[in-house]
Protein backbone atom coordinates (compact mmCIF):
# COMPACT_ATOMS: atom_id res chain seq x y z
CA UNK A 1 0.00 0.00 0.00
CA UNK A 2 1.32 3.68 -0.75
CA UNK A 3 -0.11 6.45 1.53
CA UNK A 4 0.73 9.97 0.31
CA UNK A 5 0.29 13.22 1.75
CA UNK A 6 2.28 15.40 -0.89
CA UNK A 7 2.38 19.54 -1.00
CA UNK A 8 -1.03 21.18 -1.27
CA UNK A 9 -0.18 23.61 -3.58
CA UNK A 10 -0.73 26.35 -0.88
CA UNK A 11 1.61 28.85 -2.52
CA UNK A 12 -0.81 32.44 -2.86
CA UNK A 13 1.00 35.61 -3.71
CA UNK A 14 4.41 34.35 -2.86
CA UNK A 15 3.21 33.77 0.37
CA UNK A 16 2.55 29.88 2.09
CA UNK A 17 -1.51 30.30 3.96
CA UNK A 18 -3.03 28.14 5.45
CA UNK A 19 -7.48 27.45 3.96
CA UNK A 20 -8.51 30.48 6.38
CA UNK A 21 -5.89 32.89 4.43
CA UNK A 22 -3.32 33.37 7.27
CA UNK A 23 0.15 32.68 6.75
CA UNK A 24 1.54 29.32 7.81
CA UNK A 25 4.92 30.16 10.32
CA UNK A 26 7.92 28.08 10.44
CA UNK A 27 7.46 26.82 7.04
CA UNK A 28 10.84 26.21 4.74
CA UNK A 29 10.91 29.08 1.92
CA UNK A 30 10.56 25.98 -0.21
CA UNK A 31 8.17 24.02 0.84
CA UNK A 32 4.98 23.60 -1.39
CA UNK A 33 6.19 26.37 -3.94
CA UNK A 34 5.48 25.71 -7.44
CA UNK A 35 5.70 28.71 -9.92
CA UNK A 36 2.34 27.50 -11.94
CA UNK A 37 -0.58 25.26 -11.79
CA UNK A 38 1.31 23.66 -14.43
CA UNK A 39 4.25 22.71 -12.90
CA UNK A 40 2.42 21.27 -9.90
CA UNK A 41 0.24 19.26 -12.22
CA UNK A 42 3.40 18.13 -13.83
CA UNK A 43 5.20 17.18 -10.20
CA UNK A 44 2.01 15.40 -9.43
CA UNK A 45 1.75 13.21 -12.56
CA UNK A 46 5.54 12.32 -12.22
CA UNK A 47 5.36 11.05 -8.74
CA UNK A 48 1.80 9.11 -9.08
CA UNK A 49 3.36 7.75 -12.35
CA UNK A 50 6.40 6.25 -10.33
CA UNK A 51 3.56 4.65 -7.81
CA UNK A 52 2.13 3.65 -10.30
CA UNK A 53 4.96 1.34 -11.67
CA UNK A 54 6.08 0.12 -8.08
CA UNK A 55 2.57 -0.72 -6.91
CA UNK A 56 1.83 -4.48 -6.45
CA UNK A 57 -1.41 -5.46 -8.62
CA UNK A 58 -3.00 -6.03 -5.77
CA UNK A 59 -1.95 -3.03 -3.89
CA UNK A 60 -3.47 0.25 -3.38
CA UNK A 61 -3.15 3.97 -2.63
CA UNK A 62 -4.19 6.72 -0.85
CA UNK A 63 -3.51 10.43 -1.08
CA UNK A 64 -4.94 13.04 1.12
CA UNK A 65 -5.24 16.60 0.38
CA UNK A 66 -7.14 19.54 0.77
CA UNK A 67 -9.66 21.47 -2.07
CA UNK A 68 -6.13 23.39 -3.07
CA UNK A 69 -4.90 20.52 -5.00
CA UNK A 70 -7.45 17.62 -3.78
CA UNK A 71 -9.26 17.85 -7.15
CA UNK A 72 -6.18 17.91 -9.32
CA UNK A 73 -4.73 14.81 -7.78
CA UNK A 74 -8.15 12.74 -8.44
CA UNK A 75 -7.96 13.54 -12.23
CA UNK A 76 -3.92 12.93 -12.60
CA UNK A 77 -4.88 9.73 -10.83
CA UNK A 78 -7.70 9.02 -12.47
CA UNK A 79 -5.40 9.60 -16.26
CA UNK A 80 -2.90 7.46 -15.15
CA UNK A 81 -5.10 4.71 -15.10
CA UNK A 82 -5.83 3.85 -10.93
CA UNK A 83 -9.37 2.69 -10.30
CA UNK A 84 -11.01 5.26 -7.41
CA UNK A 85 -12.83 2.83 -4.60
CA UNK A 86 -13.94 5.27 -2.44
CA UNK A 87 -13.18 9.28 -1.42
CA UNK A 88 -13.17 9.49 2.18
CA UNK A 89 -14.16 12.54 4.75
CA UNK A 90 -11.70 13.27 7.37
CA UNK A 91 -13.82 15.61 9.23
CA UNK A 92 -11.95 17.60 11.40
CA UNK A 93 -13.72 18.05 15.13
CA UNK A 94 -11.39 20.39 16.03
CA UNK A 95 -10.88 22.94 12.67
CA UNK A 96 -8.99 25.44 12.59
CA UNK A 97 -11.29 28.44 12.20
CA UNK A 98 -11.51 31.31 9.44
CA UNK A 99 -10.67 34.19 11.52
CA UNK A 100 -11.42 36.85 8.53
CA UNK A 101 -15.32 35.48 8.41
CA UNK A 102 -15.12 35.51 4.53
CA UNK A 103 -15.15 31.85 3.79
CA UNK A 104 -16.59 28.85 5.79
CA UNK A 105 -14.25 27.22 8.41
CA UNK A 106 -12.14 24.55 6.45
CA UNK A 107 -12.99 21.69 8.86
CA UNK A 108 -11.83 18.56 6.45
CA UNK A 109 -9.44 17.05 4.00
CA UNK A 110 -10.60 14.37 1.42
CA UNK A 111 -8.56 11.35 1.39
CA UNK A 112 -8.82 9.24 -1.70
CA UNK A 113 -8.68 5.56 -2.04
CA UNK A 114 -7.71 3.19 -5.77
CA UNK A 115 -6.52 -0.02 -6.55
CA UNK A 116 -3.96 0.04 -9.25
CA UNK A 117 -6.34 -1.26 -12.13
CA UNK A 118 -10.58 -1.33 -12.33
CA UNK A 119 -9.91 -5.40 -11.89
CA UNK A 120 -7.38 -5.54 -9.66
CA UNK A 121 -8.12 -7.72 -6.32
CA UNK A 122 -7.21 -5.23 -3.61
CA UNK A 123 -7.26 -5.77 0.07
CA UNK A 124 -10.00 -4.50 2.26
CA UNK A 125 -10.66 -5.52 5.75
CA UNK A 126 -14.39 -4.71 6.08
CA UNK A 127 -14.75 -7.13 9.20
CA UNK A 128 -11.75 -5.13 10.71
CA UNK A 129 -13.51 -1.79 9.58
CA UNK A 130 -16.82 -2.85 11.16
CA UNK A 131 -15.26 -4.18 14.42
CA UNK A 132 -13.18 -0.67 14.89
CA UNK A 133 -16.85 1.08 14.47
CA UNK A 134 -18.73 -1.30 17.10
CA UNK A 135 -19.98 -3.69 14.47
CA UNK A 136 -21.74 -1.23 12.30
CA UNK A 137 -20.20 -0.82 8.76
CA UNK A 138 -17.73 1.70 8.63
CA UNK A 139 -18.51 5.03 6.72
CA UNK A 140 -16.43 7.36 4.06
CA UNK A 141 -16.98 10.28 6.83
CA UNK A 142 -14.45 9.67 9.47
CA UNK A 143 -14.47 11.99 13.06
CA UNK A 144 -11.31 12.17 13.79
CA UNK A 145 -8.91 15.55 15.84
CA UNK A 146 -6.10 17.21 14.84
CA UNK A 147 -2.92 15.85 15.85
CA UNK A 148 -2.37 17.57 19.16
CA UNK A 149 -1.22 17.43 22.66
CA UNK A 150 1.41 15.17 23.79
CA UNK A 151 1.34 13.32 19.85
CA UNK A 152 2.24 16.88 18.11
CA UNK A 153 5.98 16.55 17.87
CA UNK A 154 7.77 19.91 18.95
CA UNK A 155 11.19 21.22 17.59
CA UNK A 156 13.53 23.22 20.31
CA UNK A 157 12.03 26.10 20.20
CA UNK A 158 8.87 24.42 21.09
CA UNK A 159 6.90 25.05 17.57
CA UNK A 160 5.72 22.36 15.35
CA UNK A 161 8.56 20.04 14.08
CA UNK A 162 5.70 19.65 10.68
CA UNK A 163 3.12 21.79 9.89
CA UNK A 164 0.80 19.32 8.66
CA UNK A 165 1.82 16.31 10.94
CA UNK A 166 -0.83 13.67 10.77
CA UNK A 167 -2.78 12.12 13.98
CA UNK A 168 -1.96 8.12 14.44
CA UNK A 169 -5.61 7.63 14.74
CA UNK A 170 -5.99 8.41 10.98
CA UNK A 171 -3.31 6.43 10.03
CA UNK A 172 -4.36 3.75 11.92
CA UNK A 173 -7.54 3.34 10.01
CA UNK A 174 -6.23 3.65 6.35
CA UNK A 175 -3.56 0.89 7.61
CA UNK A 176 -5.72 -1.37 9.28
CA UNK A 177 -8.37 -1.37 6.54
CA UNK A 178 -6.16 -2.11 3.63
CA UNK A 179 -3.19 -4.08 4.72
CA UNK A 180 -2.28 -7.48 6.43
CA UNK A 181 0.18 -7.98 9.00
CA UNK A 182 3.74 -8.34 7.15
CA UNK A 183 2.72 -6.29 3.66
CA UNK A 184 4.53 -2.99 2.84
CA UNK A 185 3.72 0.46 3.46
CA UNK A 186 5.24 3.03 1.44
CA UNK A 187 5.16 6.80 2.03
CA UNK A 188 6.64 8.91 -1.04
CA UNK A 189 6.59 12.27 1.73
CA UNK A 190 7.41 10.97 4.70
CA UNK A 191 7.38 13.96 7.08
CA UNK A 192 8.05 13.44 9.97
CA UNK A 193 6.98 9.60 10.19
CA UNK A 194 3.67 8.79 11.08
CA UNK A 195 3.21 6.81 8.63
CA UNK A 196 5.89 4.51 9.48
CA UNK A 197 5.33 4.95 13.62
CA UNK A 198 1.80 3.28 12.65
CA UNK A 199 3.10 0.64 10.28
CA UNK A 200 5.55 -0.41 12.85
CA UNK A 201 2.97 -0.82 15.71
CA UNK A 202 0.47 -2.61 13.78
CA UNK A 203 3.27 -5.35 12.27
CA UNK A 204 3.55 -3.82 9.09
CA UNK A 205 6.88 -2.91 6.94
CA UNK A 206 7.82 0.52 5.73
CA UNK A 207 9.09 2.65 3.76
CA UNK A 208 9.48 5.93 3.86
CA UNK A 209 10.84 8.94 1.65
CA UNK A 210 12.00 12.29 2.99
CA UNK A 211 14.31 14.77 1.43
CA UNK A 212 13.91 17.69 4.49
CA UNK A 213 17.25 16.25 6.73
CA UNK A 214 15.46 17.77 9.88
CA UNK A 215 12.21 15.86 9.15
CA UNK A 216 14.51 12.70 8.43
CA UNK A 217 16.36 12.88 12.03
CA UNK A 218 12.65 13.20 13.93
CA UNK A 219 11.48 10.48 12.12
CA UNK A 220 14.36 8.14 12.75
CA UNK A 221 14.36 9.18 16.72
CA UNK A 222 10.83 8.72 17.11
CA UNK A 223 10.35 5.44 15.48
CA UNK A 224 13.77 3.85 17.55
CA UNK A 225 11.58 4.46 20.49
CA UNK A 226 8.51 2.11 18.74
CA UNK A 227 9.04 -1.59 19.10
CA UNK A 228 7.65 -3.57 16.59
CA UNK A 229 4.38 -6.00 17.14
CA UNK A 230 5.45 -9.43 16.90
CA UNK A 231 2.31 -10.99 17.64
CA UNK A 232 0.08 -11.39 14.69
CA UNK A 233 -3.10 -12.42 16.32
CA UNK A 234 -3.27 -8.94 17.66
CA UNK A 235 -3.22 -7.09 14.17
CA UNK A 236 -4.95 -9.43 11.88
CA UNK A 237 -8.35 -9.10 11.08
CA UNK A 238 -11.05 -11.63 11.96
CA UNK A 239 -13.04 -13.25 8.93
CA UNK A 240 -26.08 3.65 21.09
CA UNK A 241 -28.10 7.41 22.59
CA UNK A 242 -27.73 11.37 23.37
CA UNK A 243 -24.78 11.21 24.08
CA UNK A 244 -21.84 10.77 20.91
CA UNK A 245 -21.45 6.93 20.14
CA UNK A 246 -17.80 6.39 20.64
CA UNK A 247 -17.14 2.59 19.19
CA UNK A 248 -14.50 0.72 21.36
CA UNK A 249 -12.07 0.92 18.38
CA UNK A 250 -11.51 4.41 18.48
CA UNK A 251 -10.01 4.02 21.96
CA UNK A 252 -7.46 1.95 20.27
CA UNK A 253 -7.20 3.96 17.41
CA UNK A 254 -6.32 6.97 19.88
CA UNK A 255 -3.97 4.88 21.87
CA UNK A 256 -5.66 4.77 25.05
CA UNK A 257 -5.55 1.14 24.91
CA UNK A 258 -2.64 -0.50 22.83
CA UNK A 259 -2.92 -3.74 20.90
CA UNK A 260 -1.75 -6.45 23.36
CA UNK A 261 -2.88 -4.78 26.40
CA UNK A 262 -4.54 -7.26 28.54
CA UNK A 263 -8.71 -6.86 30.06
CA UNK A 264 -9.89 -8.58 33.08
CA UNK A 265 -13.17 -9.09 34.79
CA UNK A 266 -14.24 -7.79 38.32
CA UNK A 267 -13.09 -10.83 39.61
CA UNK A 268 -10.32 -11.47 37.42
CA UNK A 269 -11.56 -14.93 36.17
CA UNK A 270 -11.24 -13.79 32.26
CA UNK A 271 -8.95 -12.18 30.74
CA UNK A 272 -8.63 -10.97 27.21
CA UNK A 273 -5.76 -9.22 24.74
CA UNK A 274 -6.81 -6.01 22.68
CA UNK A 275 -6.52 -6.34 18.95
CA UNK A 276 -5.52 -3.70 16.92
CA UNK A 277 -8.90 -3.39 15.09
CA UNK A 278 -11.37 -2.97 18.36
CA UNK A 279 -11.80 -6.39 19.03
CA UNK A 280 -10.28 -9.08 21.58
CA UNK A 281 -9.44 -12.73 22.32
CA UNK A 282 -10.37 -14.53 25.36
CA UNK A 283 -9.49 -18.20 25.01
CA UNK A 284 -11.68 -19.45 21.83
CA UNK A 285 -13.56 -16.63 21.70
CA UNK A 286 -12.75 -13.29 19.61
CA UNK A 287 -15.09 -10.59 18.87
CA UNK A 288 -16.19 -7.33 20.34
CA UNK A 289 -15.70 -6.24 23.88
CA UNK A 290 -19.79 -7.20 24.40
CA UNK A 291 -19.79 -10.27 22.46
CA UNK A 292 -16.88 -12.05 24.43
CA UNK A 293 -17.71 -10.90 27.58
CA UNK A 294 -21.16 -12.74 26.86
CA UNK A 295 -19.06 -15.81 25.67
CA UNK A 296 -16.89 -16.06 28.59
CA UNK A 297 -19.52 -16.16 31.19
CA UNK A 298 -22.11 -18.12 28.90
CA UNK A 299 -24.77 -15.27 28.73
CA UNK A 300 -27.31 -14.24 26.26
CA UNK A 301 -25.56 -10.48 26.55
CA UNK A 302 -22.82 -8.14 28.19
CA UNK A 303 -22.29 -4.36 28.39
CA UNK A 304 -18.42 -4.68 27.52
CA UNK A 305 -17.75 -0.94 29.01
CA UNK A 306 -18.37 -2.00 32.64
CA UNK A 307 -17.82 -5.83 32.35
CA UNK A 308 -13.90 -5.58 31.04
CA UNK A 309 -11.60 -3.59 33.43
CA UNK A 310 -8.02 -2.13 32.79
CA UNK A 311 -4.87 -1.29 34.76
CA UNK A 312 -4.63 2.42 35.28
CA UNK A 313 -1.84 3.59 37.63
CA UNK A 314 -1.85 0.50 39.11
CA UNK A 315 -5.29 0.07 39.96
CA UNK A 316 -8.34 -1.44 37.94
CA UNK A 317 -10.34 0.79 36.46
CA UNK A 318 -13.32 -0.08 34.07
CA UNK A 319 -12.88 0.43 29.97
CA UNK A 320 -15.89 2.44 30.19
CA UNK A 321 -13.47 5.30 32.18
CA UNK A 322 -11.34 5.48 28.75
CA UNK A 323 -14.63 5.82 26.60
CA UNK A 324 -15.61 8.85 28.65
CA UNK A 325 -12.11 10.65 28.24
CA UNK A 326 -12.15 9.95 24.61
CA UNK A 327 -15.60 11.47 24.00
CA UNK A 328 -14.71 14.76 26.52
CA UNK A 329 -11.57 15.09 24.60
CA UNK A 330 -13.78 14.64 20.73
CA UNK A 331 -16.34 17.07 22.71
CA UNK A 332 -13.41 19.74 23.54
CA UNK A 333 -12.07 19.59 19.68
CA UNK A 334 -8.53 18.18 21.26
Known amino acids: MIFADPPYNLQLGGELHRPNNTRVDGVEEHWDKFDSLAAYDRFTRNWLAEAHRVLKADGTIWVIGSYH??????????????????DVVWVKSNPMPNFRGTRFANAHETLIWCAREKNARYTFNYQAMKALNDDLQMRSDWLIPLCGGPERLRNGDGGKAHPTQKPEALLHRVIMAATQPGDVVLDPFFGTGTTGAVARKLGRKFIGIEREAEYRRIAEERLAAISELVDPELVDAP??????????????????LRPGDILFDPAR??????????SIVSAEHRGSIHQVGAAVQGAPSCNGWTFWMTDRYGKPAPIDLLRQRLRSEIAAGR
Open 69 to 86: NIFRVGAALQDLGFWILN
Open 239 to 256: AKRREPRIPFGWVVEHGL
Open 269 to 278: RWTAKVRADG
